[in-house]
């Protein structure tokens, strides 16, 4: 067992023992941990496909807080647990929509008990004096620490340590790049998860953050970063025009659609200009001249509108109500378009707008490592291809995209490395330094 716990690397970090730490890839029916929660949504869903814990085996210190990374569209938790007989413990992550916020506040209210009554019974380090004993900190970060600050302190009855957004994203970058194995992965469809080794010289680059909307920070050395663009258009723009035109009710099922769709249905791509690959600019048939071109030539071949169906059967009609497949409801023969072919247009869309301007960014500052983050991602095949090959194309091949297993945790995972308890020296930080 090692004598003493590997420290992260930069400034201000709290001390987490990483030493043989490792990703849970599979695990259906692990037992609840000491505290009595598992990593699942506040209805009892025990499984949720995001979540991956990360076990620490040899961190024996209890910790006092959570972290929570409250954005405009989906709320993110990472909290700690002890992990059964064993002397180590996990990061356990797990997130809600933001729109349901008694789930995540009932959630986080239980979470809050457990972990209270954990750090009561004692261990044999702790990140809490005596007088501290029993008292659990929220580190918030995102525009839900300021929008729900009030409300947190009273219902949960909790100190709250808000954190800058920004630097939360950075410092749980820098963790997972430098600490965690098999955590950054190139993807190609030949090769779909290339992983990529921990290293501790990973400056500069480009973190490409795709939330509701998208951040592209240049990070040039820890806890330095410039905030150098981004876009109204991301995955608050996909879920939103989804939500209006297939009927889909979450994220995940529009992802779900996008899989099987065919967006050849929708767009117009470069065969259906030249008949071929237009070989001179180096543009293959598949590649999509405009989105959803399709869809105005259909609509005027078609006197009686546009009309969409949904994956149960139903019509949705594009300029009206939406209308149930029933024998009573006269529906006249549209122009007619799958709600997977249009989600699958739709991603498309969006993920190129967005590879293209990380592209430029990247070259305009000389960065030759981008990194995507953010929960619009989801470990998606189609958008990981599309941002990878928009990469490699305007690069020609100079540059690469990296993901991540954990990209919509980087906010909630700095934030819990930045609760700095009394008593704990961290190597190589500023504060030694003073």
Not at 261 to 266: E, H, P, Q, S, T
Not at 353 to 369: C, K, P
Request: glycine letters at 10%; a negative charge.
């Amino acid at each position: 067992m090692p004598s003493s716990p590997r420290r992260i690397p930069y400034p201000g970090a709290i001390r987490i023992n990483v030493q043989g730490a490792f990703i849970v890839d599979d695990e259906p029916s692990r037992p609840p941990s000491s505290i009595g929660l598992r990593t699942a949504d506040i209805n009892g869903n025990s499984k949720n496909t995001h979540n991956r814990d990360i076990v620490l085996p040899y961190h024996t210190a209890d910790v006092s807080h959570i972290a929570a990374d409250i954005g405009g569209s989906l709320a993110k938790l990472v909290y700690f647990t002890r992990d059964g007989d064993s002397i180590g413990g996990r990061l356990n992550f797990t997130m809600f929509e933001t729109e349901n916020v008694e789930d995540l506040f009932a959630f986080m209210s239980k979470l809050i008990s457990a972990t209270r009554q954990s750090i009561s019974d004692g261990s044999e380090e702790t990140d809490v004096t005596s007088t501290e004993k029993k008292k659990v900190y929220i580190m918030a970060t995102g525009g839900g620490a300021y929008k729900f600050y009030d409300r947190m302190r009273k219902e949960l009855d909790v100190e709250i340590c808000r954190e800058d957004e920004m630097e939360c994203l950075i410092v749980g970058l820098d963790f997972f790049i430098t600490e965690i194995p098999t955590e950054v992965f190139t993807y190609s469809e030949q090769n779909p998860m290339s992983f990529v080794e921990a290293k501790a010289d990973i400056y500069p680059y480009l973190l490409v953050n795709i939330g509701s909307g998208v951040s592209m920070i240049m990070v040039s050395g820890p806890r330095q970063f410039k905030r150098i663009g981004g876009s109204s258009l991301g995955g608050g723009t996909l879920w939103g025009l989804l939500s209006l035109l297939t009927g889909a009710k979450s994220f995940d099922e529009m992802l779900d659609m996008a899989a099987i769709g065919d967006n050849a249905n929708v767009d117009m791509l470069v065969g259906d200009i030249y008949g071929a690959d237009y070989g001179r600019i180096g543009l293959k048939s598949s590649t999509i001249a405009s989105s959803f071109g399709k869809v105005f030539k259909k609509r005027l071949e078609s006197a009686d509108g546009v009309q969409i169906s949904d994956q149960t059967g139903n019509r949705i009609e594009l300029y009206g109500a939406t209308h149930e497949a029933e024998d009573d409801v006269d529906m006249p023969p549209p122009a007619r378009f799958r709600a997977e072919d249009i989600s699958r247009s739709l991603l498309y869309a969006v993920s190129n707008n967005i590879g293209q301007i990380a592209y430029l960014q990247a070259q305009r500052y000389n960065l030759e490592h981008i990194y995507f983050g953010g929960s619009f991602i989801r470990g998606h095949p189609q958008t990981m291809n599309t941002l990878s090959y928009a990469i490699k194309f305007w690069s020609n091949g100079e540059k690469k995209a990296y993901f991540l297993r954990h990209e919509g945790y980087l906010g909630a995972v700095g934030a819990f490395l930045k609760r700095q308890p009394t008593g704990w020296g961290r190597r190589n930080s500023m504060e030694e330094k003073r």
